[in-house]
């Protein structure tokens, strides 16, 4: 059995949240146009146990596909019609609804009306996921594009911090010393 350290583990999951820029940027394509292109994703409802399925999504590992996010998901449309929102671990999820109808126009985290559980989802409604899994900790926007009584259909966009906001670097290393 092979023993993963945790900074390894946090580098994968990072080159993979990042594979589709590199993989644009390697095929020529113009990375930066990528990077703020919105994801569209549909939900089935659940109607079984079992895995997920195309049920639900996973913003950390940016797939359905149970073969790669193992049932570590972020959104659930559950058989009861509403989006679930999960934590595993230690992690604590939390959903608010934005005061806009437009992902260009979410910047920042709203600053009440989250919930922790659940939300109806609403067509053209967007609404901000915080996901901290006790490991990692992002923020994703969605926009609701239909809803029926088997489906959601949604976009989604990585929550970047607001240019000038403090977005910070490593200090630079003043020496030589050991490896820790």
């Known amino acids: 059995m092979v023993k993963t350290s945790r900074s390894r583990v946090l580098a994968l999951v990072f080159a993979l949240a990042c594979a589709p820029v590199m993989l644009a940027a390697l095929a020529g394509a113009d990375a ?28 950390r590992y940016v797939t359905q596909d149970v073969a790669i996010h193992r049932n570590q998901v972020d959104l659930l449309f559950n058989g009861c019609g509403l989006l679930h929102i999960f934590s595993h671990g230690d992690g604590v999820n939390r959903v608010a609804r934005a005061s806009t109808t437009h992902l260009e ?5 709203p600053k009440d009306g989250w919930l922790t559980s659940c939300i109806k989802p609403e067509r053209g ?28 259909k949604l976009e989604w966009e990585p929550l970047r911090a607001t240019p000038g906001a ?15």
């Not at 967007?126 to 088997?150: C, H, M, N, P, W």
């Not at 200090?171 to 030589?176: A, D, H, L, T």
């Open 32 to 59: 930066r146009a990528s990077v703020g292109a919105a994801t569209k994703v549909t939900l089935q409802k659940r109607v079984d146990d079992g895995p997920y399925g195309k049920s639900a999504y996973s913003f």
């Open 166 to 180: 403090g977005d910070g670097t490593m200090g630079r290393c003043g020496g030589p010393h050991e490896p820790s």
């Open 105 to 109: 126009d979410v910047t920042a985290l």
């Open 125 to 152: 409604a967007v609404y901000v996921l915080e996901i901290d899994d006790g490991i990692t900790r992002q923020a994703v926007k969605f926009r609701v594009l239909d809803v029926s009584a088997d489906q959601v």
